[in-house]
């Protein structure tokens, strides 16, 4: 597609469990980049992937957060037991090979943990 | 030496003036240098980028200022509207690592009509 598609929009999960967030990147992109956005608007970066490979994990908070991308299959971050502090917006990023640091955002998944 | 630096955290500017938002960084490996706006419920957007071998870029009423030995960069928009209110963030990567941005902490602009 011509835009990164994250879905769902918005996820309520109770402390402990799990939550798993779904990204699409624009077709042709090979790079995927996840970032989290906490209250205050800082963004973190968690992790990226060029293609299925893992390109840079040194964000991710290893314990409780996994993030894959298959072929033919929307990219996906998941957070086993999760903490009232995971509560952000989680956005994922694509960028294409030559033109990696152009970075192109979808609308970002809402995650609130009760 | 990762960090981005953005100030002011909130500007109120009036129709028809100009928008200015500056950011600081540490790393001189830092080589690309974008801004983003972000409206409420929404994903960053890409609004205008530049790398270290210029000074200046101007799309529009959109321009970076860029100062390579004082590392800092800004953001100018002219005849600001009231559309343009919204979250402006600077962020900062590096070619030579794997492109990561590092974010500055966003600037909320409001433009009075």
């Known amino acids: 597609g011509e835009e990164v598609a994250q879905t769902p929009k918005h996820l309520v999960r109770g402390e402990g469990q799990k939550a798993k967030l779904y990204c699409a990147p624009i077709?042709?992109?090979?790079?995927v980049f996840w970032y989290q956005q906490v209250l205050k608007n800082e963004f973190k970066f968690l992790i990226s992937?060029?293609?299925?490979?893992?390109?840079?994990e040194t964000g991710m908070p290893k314990e409780r957060f996994s993030a894959k991308c298959l072929p033919n299959s929307p990219c996906s971050l998941e957070i086993q037991a999760t903490k009232l502090e995971d509560s952000a917006v989680y956005f994922c990023?694509?960028?294409?090979?030559?033109?990696?640091?152009?970075?192109?955002f979808g609308a970002g998944t809402r995650l609130s943990v009760l | 030496q990762q960090q981005v630096k953005q100030s002011p955290q909130s500007l109120i500017v009036q129709k028809g003036g100009i928008s200015i938002i500056n950011c600081a960084y540490e790393?001189?490996?830092?080589?690309?240098f974008p801004w983003y706006q972000q409206f409420p419920g929404k994903g960053p957007a890409l609004l205008i980028a530049?790398?270290?071998?210029?000074s200046e870029k101007k799309e529009g009423r959109f321009t970076i200022s860029f100062n390579k030995s004082a590392k800092q960069f800004s953001l100018h928009i002219m005849d600001s509207q009231p559309g343009d209110s919204a979250t402006y963030f600077c962020?900062?990567?590096?070619?030579?690592?794997?492109?990561?941005?590092?974010f500055g902490t966003g600037t909320r602009l409001k433009v009075l009509a």
């Open positions: 992937f060029q293609n299925e490979n893992v390109f840079d």
């Open positions: 790393n001189t490996a830092f080589d690309y």
């Open positions: 530049i790398r270290p071998d210029v």
């Open positions: 962020a900062a990567s590096m070619s030579s690592g794997t492109y990561k941005y590092i």
């Open positions: 990023a694509s960028s294409q090979k030559g033109w990696v640091n152009i970075q192109y």
């Open positions: 077709k042709g992109h090979s790079y």
